[in-house]
């Protein structure tokens, strides 16, 4: 709470006094780690990228550092989610401070999740659709055009370039899509537990079946326990997947009731294509594992 009032406190002053910046560096603002990743394969070093939310922070609930507040001052363009808990706080009061700044909201090009639930402290951080697009290599191809249309924008000398950039980008991409679809073929199954629900638009594209161990946003009551536990042993589950920056006790508390191992994610890697890469692998070894 003191760092919301700090944070407010310097908005406010930023507002009144934008200043000038002490270096010809040209800013790009992210919500997210993982909309780095896009920025740097097309653009390269032609910008310094600011990430709202580091990786190992909660994307729902997080306040930004005064730091995070000067560089967005700087940027030239504001590249958001569109459907973060954080975001719905926090974006208008950005766009105050620069007015300026070109902004993209990637939610807008994707066909949303509608949300089922909403998170703790949902007085504040409800969001009306899932936000965890971007672990889908199908929304990928998506953020990839998106990026590439505001980065030739912004620097239109370079637009050839980044148009090169981009295709090579596309193509990774499409290798991994190629993966992911490879995943609904698995003859072991589709279905997958995960603590936090954030591989739902995976599972949308790829014909497979996401089964959240979270209950309304909060952690299960033993009645949920019990029932993910039963489901867990019907379907055969012998892998539970857990986001990093979530405590992975209930995990581990299904996984142990099951004799099944928990496999750690992390979906807001900066480097986007390792990370998804691991996360299609881990789920190919699941399905494979639950046939067993």
């Not at 944070?7 to 930023?14: A, E, F, G, P, W």
């Amino acid at each position: 709470m003191k760092r919301t009032f700090a944070v407010l406190t310097i908005l406010s002053l930023l507002s009144c006094n934008p200043g000038s910046s002490d270096s010809g560096a040209k800013y790009i603002t992210v919500s997210i780690a993982p909309f780095k990743y896009f920025v740097k394969e097309i653009a390269g070093d032609d910008f310094r990228v600011n990430i709202m939310v580091p990786p190992g922070s909660n994307p729902h609930i997080y306040e930004p550092y005064p730091e995070q507040i000067n560089q967005l001052r700087k940027s030239v363009a504001y590249i958001s989610n569109g459907f973060l808990g954080f975001e719905i706080v926090w974006l208008e009061r950005f766009y105050t401070i620069n007015p300026e700044m070109l902004k993209l909201s990637l939610g807008a090009g994707i066909e949303p999740i509608l949300s089922t639930h909403e998170h703790e402290h949902s007085d504040v951080h409800a969001e009306g659709a899932d936000p965890h697009f971007w672990v889908s290599p199908k929304c990928a191809g998506i953020i990839a055009s998106s990026v590439k249309d505001l980065l030739i924008n912004l620097n239109p000398e370079a637009g050839e370039e980044y148009g090169s950039r981009y295709a090579n980008l596309i193509s990774k991409i499409s290798e991994m899509d190629k993966k992911a679809q490879a995943l609904s073929r698995e003859s072991g199954g589709k279905d997958f537990m995960i603590f936090h629900p954030n591989l739902a638009y995976l599972a949308r594209d790829y014909g497979l079946q996401e089964i959240a161990v979270e209950f309304e946003g909060k952690e299960p009551p033993p009645s949920r326990m019990k029932e993910l536990i039963d489901l867990a042993r019907e379907k055969n589950l012998k892998t539970i997947f857990v986001q990093k920056e979530y405590d992975s006790k209930n995990a581990k508390a299904i996984a142990n009731e099951i004799g099944a191992g928990v496999v750690v994610i992390d979906p807001l890697s900066e480097d986007w294509l390792k990370s998804t890469m691991e996360i299609i692998a881990s789920l190919h070894s699941s399905f494979i594992n639950n046939t067993k």
